[in-house]
């Protein structure tokens, strides 16, 4: 039978590793990647300890799947950082790490997994970003945040335009606040403001997630291109 691969990127933790279980449970083969150590185990994950904003590693890891046996190849964008902090009290560093590794380097995957599939003969593959409700809702304390997913979603609609010859579609889902070890910092009062400004006043599930990302990846949804899927409603 068909044998479809999926790359995730940031699979050590949060959604990523969630997403990767869960993917391996619908009979995917998942590449997982994260600069620490694999945190998932199972016959049909493979593991490159790779940081992202090296841009070099990032051409290696793709190379690397060249060699993979497999009618189909997915992308999802995962990995990503955030900060909770007034921009005053942001220096540029902390921004550059941040762009780096939540618009640089999902761009960068981009590339590379465009590069992959013509390499090897592929016509048609997904290409799922994450952004946040950040951008949308210009929530205060993330700038640097929502500057780099804004990134994002432009270069999700521009990709969903160039990459459409080679019949792959560019997508991406602005996730709300999701309890993981990446907003586990924010405060209990602030979570409920974020509550508050959602169309649908309950936290976003992982189930939430894993449907909208399916959704984009069904081999029945290639029409689809160039979209940001706002959870929980844009409000």
């Not at 995730?8 to 009979?27: P, Q």
């Not at 210009?138 to 019949?167: D, P, R």
């Not at 509550?195 to 939430?208: A, G, H």
Request: aromatic letters at 6%; charged letters at 20%.
């Amino acid at each position: 039978s068909a044998m479809r691969t999926v790359v995730i990127t940031g699979t050590s933790s949060g959604i990523g590793r969630k997403l990767a279980l869960h993917l391996l449970s619908e009979k995917w083969q998942v590449i997982g990647c994260s600069r620490r150590a694999a945190k998932v185990d199972h016959p049909n994950y493979t593991h490159s300890s790779v940081d992202l904003t090296d841009e070099a590693a990032v051409g290696d890891m793709f190379r690397d799947i060249v060699a993979y046996e497999t009618d189909r190849i997915a992308l999802i964008n995962n990995a990503g950082m955030a900060n909770m902090n007034h921009f005053l009290l942001s220096p540029r560093k902390t921004g550059e790490k941040m762009m780096c590794l939540n618009s640089l380097a999902a761009i960068d995957c981009m590339r590379h997994y465009a590069k992959l599939l013509l390499k090897k003969g592929i016509s048609g593959g997904r290409i799922v970003n994450f952004s946040s409700v950040a951008t949308l809702r210009a929530i205060e304390g993330q700038l640097w945040y929502a500057a780099s997913k804004s990134a994002l979603e432009s270069a999700t609609q521009v990709a969903s335009k160039e990459l459409s010859s080679i019949n792959v579609t560019v997508n991406c889902i602005q996730i709300p606040y999701f309890r993981s070890p990446m907003s586990g910092s924010i405060g209990k009062d602030r979570v409920e403001k974020m509550l508050e400004n959602q169309v649908i006043k309950r936290p976003c599930t992982f189930e939430d997630i894993a449907n909208a990302v399916e959704f984009f990846l069904s081999a029945r949804s290639d029409f689809v291109t160039g979209e940001l899927l706002c959870l929980g409603g844009k409000g």
